[in-house]
């Protein structure tokens, strides 16, 4: 669309983006120390109260209980798996992934039984974040879905009534704005560059600015909408919630102040950048 490369240095490394996030990060630190409760927040005991472990069966055990408690089988299941892997030379991508953290994590837990139980209590923690992704899914199908006889989705319907009239000072600040809100229905940030990133370039031209330098603004104003969006959907808090044995809406109110002051500062940025490039 441009017919240039964008640097770096018109990016990730301009002022308004680096400056914003020191800011972020120094602004978001004392306010989560002074919202810091007078009794410290009780583990959740829906989701951490641990079943305790049944004695092993007294007896002649069952060939399904021999089964269930015979080490050797994670090991097999962990050795195919390497095989694999490396038969596929090396090959990373989402499902060699999966299988690689599932065949390791066999591994580590020692018996197919002990490996069930951790996994069955893990999904209690990301239970209700888990139940989200179907309805994410939907609401990314009917934002992207053409309806017969229109040539536009919703998605670019909406992108583009957020960027209608803007002129070259206020179109970052309003591409802004538009990322964090497509970001709260569809969280994913391949996703949504690829449906607001050809809209913000694409405006950027229609007022004629070419530079390098509102370019990178311009791609960074999609993609700081989208972080500062994702601190409200906290999929990255699952390891500390379950290091910390808290519930995903303990922490809510916490993300939610967040995500207001990520939203200001972030907003000043985008909104003074054009003026000082």
């Not at 002649?60 to 195919?80: D, G, K, M, S, Y």
């Not at 209590?121 to 899914?137: C, D, E, I, M, R």
């Not at 699952?238 to 519930?247: D, G, M, Q, T």
Request: hydrophobic share 55%; aromatic share 10%.
């Amino acid at each position: 669309m441009t017919g240039m490369i964008v640097p770096l240095r018109w990016t990730m490394f301009q002022p308004y983006s680096w400056l914003a996030v020191i800011a972020m990060v120094a602004l978001v630190a004392v306010t989560i120390w002074r919202m810091e409760p007078d009794e410290s927040l009780e583990p959740d005991p829906a989701v951490f109260d641990e079943e305790p472990v049944p004695d092993p069966p007294q007896g002649p055990q069952t060939f399904a209980e021999r089964l269930e408690n015979l080490w050797i089988l994670n090991v097999l299941v962990f050795a195919a798996g390497i095989t694999y892997f490396v038969l596929s030379g090396f090959a990373l991508n989402i499902s060699s992934m999966i299988m690689l953290f599932t065949v390791t994590s066999a591994l580590l837990h020692g018996t197919p039984i002990r490996f069930i139980r951790a996994f069955s209590g893990a999904a209690k923690v990301s239970g209700p974040l888990l139940l989200q992704y179907p309805l994410y899914g939907g609401i990314a199908g009917l934002l992207g879905y053409l309806p017969a006889g229109s040539g536009r989705a919703l998605q670019t319907v909406l992108a583009e009534a957020l960027v209608r009239g803007a002129d070259q000072y206020t179109l970052p600040f309003l591409t802004f704005v538009g990322s964090v809100v497509i970001s709260l229905f569809v969280p994913s940030g391949g996703g949504h560059w690829a449906v607001q990133g050809p809209i913000a370039v694409g405006s950027a031209l229609a007022i004629d600015q070419h530079s390098a330098a509102y370019l990178g603004l311009i791609s960074m104003s999609v993609a700081v909408g989208e972080g500062v969006a994702n601190i409200i959907q906290p999929f990255w808090l699952l390891p500390v919630l379950a290091i910390a044995k808290l519930n995903v809406r303990q922490m809510m109110g916490f993300t939610v102040i967040a995500f207001l002051i990520g939203f200001a500062v972030s907003g000043a940025a985008v909104l003074v950048a054009p003026h000082v490039l």
